[in-house]
């Protein structure tokens, strides 16, 4: 008889090589009736050497299908098939593997999805992605539509400090304890594919996560161009790995828009490469001196009445500068009844939007409340969108709804008549 020993290692354990088994062991023949029992006992070990090679096999099988899924997972609507032809299915039993939608914002975003949030700058990115957080960790209902309750994982890349100061003041308006809620940050930037395993680890710690914010995809880009659609592609891939965390999470991207944006056609840098590898692109956009979150592009499921949220500006007690002044920031807060007026906007309303930007960010210097108005009217010319604002600007001093205060323009506290009239002699800055 002869046994070749087995080329097996403890380093072998974590490979994604499969333990090779030495020949089986040769048995004696059959003829000795005095060997019985010892040939009882060379058949076990062989079949328990085949055994331990099967399975070790499929082990090894099973690694590489788990880091394939972990950094490549495709789109919820792009899945790649299999090698093994599936058969052909009656009717009923195709009906019958239907999964209903997981939902983690009814209606819109469900769990496991990758989803977009593409916007210019200012339009309210942050604040409404926070909204939605808080939303989640209180398990409270955000613009009318139930929330799910559960943990957060907050990626706070472009500006951490920022993120800080919004949450002391939403923890403030909203009175809540930020100790005692169920979401954590992780401030600054760092290679995502690099540290999925790490990432994957903690969240198991944490005992899983509901939803992921990335704030922003430009701050985690790790190519060169952030404008190639391939490497922005790889990029969309990247972060769908956030996806097969624990828990199966939602995952909320903010995305700054492509170059040159069209209002009507809002799509995250990387473009159509980008749009291909995520389940769903929802944008902001200003409507009324509300930011309005719909879709454009694509969204997986059934479509949805728009979201409105009031973008208020907003302190707490923990927010003050180095010589003890109140520092202000901004907070979304969901509307869940409010709807834009139908029909023509009457002229006192034409106006309300360049006043609600003075009520949301405070005293501003003429520059920056215009850059600001142009802002909410992307797609415009820009010289009609000044000349239109310098207008309103008049007629906002004019009724004693705006005054100045050295070279800033201010909101004044006062119910002055708001028919438009423009008074004689007011002071304006031109």
């Not at 023949?29 to 040939?39: H, I, K, N, V």
């Not at 809002?266 to 944008?283: C, W």
Request: charged residues 25%; contains cysteine; proline residues 7%.
């Amino acid at each position: 008889m002869t046994e070749t020993a087995p080329d097996f290692d403890d380093d072998d354990r974590n490979s994604d090589t499969p333990y090779r088994p030495g020949p089986l062991i040769v048995c004696p023949e059959d003829g000795d009736p005095a060997l019985a029992p010892f040939l009882d006992v060379l058949r076990a070990a062989n079949t328990a050497r085949a055994e331990a090679a099967d399975l070790s096999a499929k082990a090894a099988r099973d690694r590489r299908h788990t880091k394939t899924n972990w950094m490549f997972p495709p789109s919820n609507d792009n899945r790649r098939g299999g090698s093994v032809y599936p058969g052909i299915v009656s009717s009923a039993d195709f009906v019958d593997g239907f999964v209903p939608p997981d939902y983690h914002l009814d209606g819109i975003a469900q769990a496991g999805f990758l989803y977009a949030l593409t916007a210019g700058t200012g339009t309210g990115k942050t604040a409404v992605l926070l909204a939605l957080t808080a939303a989640t960790a209180l398990g409270a209902p955000l613009c009318g539509r139930d929330v799910r309750k559960g943990r957060v994982v907050y990626f706070a890349g472009e500006n951490p400090d920022d993120v800080r100061m919004r949450w002391l003041a939403m923890a403030h308006r909203l009175s809540f304890d930020p100790a005692e809620m169920d979401v954590h940050f992780i401030a600054g930037t760092f290679s995502i594919p690099a540290a999925t395993a790490r990432i994957g680890l903690d969240v198991e710690r944490l005992g899983g996560a509901d939803m992921i914010v990335v704030d922003t995809s430009a701050a985690y880009f790790q190519g060169e161009d952030e404008n190639a659609n391939t490497s922005l592609g790889k990029h969309a891939r990247d972060l769908r790995a956030l996806t097969e965390l624990p828990g199966k999470p939602a995952v909320f991207v903010a995305c700054h828009p492509t170059k040159s944006p069209d209002p009507a056609n809002l799509q995250p840098r990387g473009g159509g490469a980008f749009i291909a590898e995520i389940d769903g692109n929802l944008v902001l956009s200003k409507e009324n001196g509300m930011a309005k979150l719909h879709w454009q592009v694509k969204h997986r499921g059934a479509d949805f009445a728009p979201l409105f949220f009031a973008l208020e500006s907003v302190t707490a007690p923990p927010l003050v500068d180095s010589k003890g002044r109140s520092v202000p920031t901004v907070m979304a807060i969901g509307m869940a009844d409010w709807k834009p007026a139908e029909g023509k906007i009457a002229k006192a309303e034409a106006w309300e939007a360049a006043l609600t930007i003075l009520r949301q960010q405070g005293p501003m210097l003429e520059s920056d409340w215009c850059d600001a108005y142009r802002a909410e009217h992307l797609g415009e010319r820009a010289d009609s969108v000044e000349r239109r604002f310098r207008r309103y600007r008049a007629k906002l001093v004019g009724v004693g709804k705006v005054g100045l205060d050295g070279a800033l323009f201010k909101v004044l506290d006062t119910d002055a008549d708001a028919s438009g009239h423009v008074q004689d002699n007011v002071q304006t800055q031109t």
